[in-house]
């Protein structure tokens, strides 16, 4: 059934001669024969040093994967022009199309036509193929077309694509389907709203589905960053309702394994405890928690139902590992939400506050950046104030907290909200310097404040884009000792010196 004979060859050969691409066939295998040649030489010669030397190994496995991808790069070349060729010639097209062809040539012999082209094409593309083969017939136009003959030699269908094909699929399709999925080569905001105005004309409450594909290059299409950040948020407006990226999963356990391997090289198991271990607390993930998160809990349920009583082995309990997870490390964004709660007390008290129990967030700014954000929030959920920040250490080795942005509600400045946030910052990271970057008035009041307040112990403001301000660690860690000393922090009258008197007292430190 498979065979081919050699006329069939022949009728090949001929047919690649006549399309100028016998020439190009040749050009390619001499490519690939040359390659194969260089692996050859490649390959004895280190036969000939012995195959026991490393680098030679490496050299000649890096030759082999190279020579591999132009071996397929060429063949997918060749095939495609091969392919392009063949469509060019063999006049690929619809139905409709082929029936429009010949109502258009009718016309120009006979001067006459049952219906308008526009009509025919409005009418076929709403009926099934032997219901448009009839219609075809009734105007006694009989033309061959079969859609078997071009398949693929993998039973692929010929298709023409685009947003016209891709309509009448979702329209054939969305009688049986909840969601219609959409997927394009391109971001294309204009088009996706075409297609979606297009489903929605005949199924107005047809829900859409949308691949926001990970194939595409958005920044090489020219997109801004907000105008990325807003794309699925403008598809929801068009029906989209489900958007997703495919295999998105794929591509972060292959760049978040890149990364951890790269780190246990260069820094050991240190590079564990920074990249997962320390991550997963700061975002509260159960997967910090290694062996419920693994179903350790869930085994012993099971072991306990078939043995009951006399279950003595069990992944859980009080000798678990996990249990060193459930200790703090490090100072727990709880000891700052019982500051203010007497914070909240006190100013209660004095008539001027009256939102609620205020609630804490410390996170990264965005999933994967470096500077973190410390937000308070009121108790229907306002925020009141917010620091945007960063932790490093200098040349020096000194532990850094720069300081990017700090905002308070004006109602709240002034009462030491914000002092009380920048305090639980150096009591959690215990840094070594505090730098306010690019300092706004407020940084400059808060930095004069410190110093008065003796957490601050020296400062660098001769700079108008820094602030560098070395920390009283001693000083501040008595402040944080006790509750009865941040009380009494709150409830300090406001004595601060006058700003020259404040500036008198820094002493410049070295940057």
């Given at each position: 059934?498979?065979?081919?004979s ?22 390619g295998?001499?490519?690939i024969?040359k ?40 063949v ?9 060729r063949?469509?060019q010639k ?27 082209v ?5 009418l076929?593309?709403?009926v ?15 033309v ?19 947003r ?8 054939a399709?969305?009688?049986f389907t ?8 391109k971001?294309?905001?204009?088009d ?14 047809k ?10 290059n958005?920044?090489?299409?020219g997109?801004t960053?907000?105008?990325i ?10 029906g989209y ?11 972060t ?5 890149g ?7 260069e ?15 700061l975002?509260?993930?159960p997967?910090?928690?290694?062996q419920?998160?693994?179903g ?20 859980m ?31 209660k ?5 009256d939102?609620?129990?205020?609630n ?12 973190m ?14 620091i ?25 400045r002034?009462r ?8 639980f910052?150096l ?16 940084n400059?009041?808060s930095v ?8 601050f ?28 000393s941040?009380?009494r922090?709150?409830?300090?009258p406001?004595g ?7 500036l ?8």
């Amino acid at each position: 059934m498979h065979k081919i004979s050699q006329r069939a060859y022949r009728d090949a050969e001929e047919w690649l001669k006549q399309e100028r691409l016998a020439a190009l066939i040749n050009e390619g295998i001499k490519k690939i024969g040359k390659e194969i040649e260089a692996l050859k030489k490649a390959r004895q010669r280190v036969h000939r040093q012995g195959a026991g030397q490393r680098d030679a190994r490496e050299q000649l496995a890096a030759l082999e994967v190279m020579i591999k991808k132009v071996t397929e790069d060429t063949v997918d070349h060749l095939l495609a022009s091969v392919r392009q060729r063949w469509a060019q010639k063999a006049g690929l097209k619809t139905f409709a199309d082929a029936v429009a062809e010949a109502m258009q040539t009718r016309t120009q012999i006979r001067g006459k036509r049952p219906m308008s082209v526009e009509r025919w094409r409005r009418l076929a593309n709403g009926v099934s193929y032997q219901e448009a083969r009839e219609l075809a017939q009734s105007m006694g136009i009989n033309v061959f077309w079969d859609w078997d003959l071009p398949r693929t030699p993998e039973g692929f269908y010929q298709i023409t694509g685009g947003r016209e094909m891709a309509i009448q699929r979702g329209l054939a399709m969305a009688p049986f389907t909840d969601l219609l999925w959409r997927e394009t080569a391109k971001p294309d905001l204009d088009d996706d709203k075409l297609w979606a105005d297009a489903i929605h004309a005949v199924y107005p409450h047809k829900m859409l589905a949308y691949n926001l594909s990970p194939s595409w290059n958005w920044d090489a299409w020219g997109f801004t960053d907000d105008q990325i950040r807003v794309f699925a948020a403008e598809l929801g407006k068009m029906g989209y309702v489900f958007n997703f990226i495919t295999y998105a999963g794929h591509q972060t356990e292959a760049l978040s394994n890149g990364r951890l391997a790269r780190a246990l090289r260069e820094e050991g198991v240190l590079g564990f405890v920074r990249l997962v271990q320390r991550s997963l607390r700061l975002a509260h993930d159960p997967a910090q928690y290694p062996q419920t998160f693994v179903g350790g809990d869930w085994a012993d349920r099971y072991r306990r139902a078939a043995r009951g009583a006399s279950l003595t082995t069990s992944s859980m309990g009080g000798k678990s590992t996990e249990t060193q997870h459930r200790k703090a490390v490090e100072v727990p964004t709880s000891v700052l939400e019982r500051w203010l709660h007497m914070w909240v007390d006190y100013w209660k008290m004095q008539g001027l506050y009256d939102r609620g129990a205020l609630n804490v967030e410390l996170k990264e700014r965005f999933a994967g950046s470096e500077e973190m954000m410390l937000n308070v929030f009121d108790e229907p959920r306002d925020k009141l104030a917010e620091i945007t920040f960063r932790v490093d250490r200098d040349r020096e080795g000194r532990k850094v907290l720069a300081v990017k942005d700090q905002n308070t509600f004006k109602k709240y400045r002034n009462r030491r909200l914000m002092t009380l946030m920048h305090f639980f910052l150096l009591h959690r990271y215990k840094t070594d310097l505090v730098h306010y970057v690019n300092p706004s008035a407020d940084n400059r009041l808060s930095v004069r404040r410190m110093i008065h307040n003796g957490v601050f112990k020296a400062a660098r403001t001769d700079d108008p884009h820094i602030i560098a301000i070395e920390v009283d660690t001693q000083r501040a860690q008595k402040i944080f000792a006790s509750d009865e000393s941040i009380k009494r922090f709150i409830a300090k009258p406001s004595g601060e010196p006058g700003k020259q008197g404040v500036l008198a007292g820094v002493r410049a430190v070295a940057s």
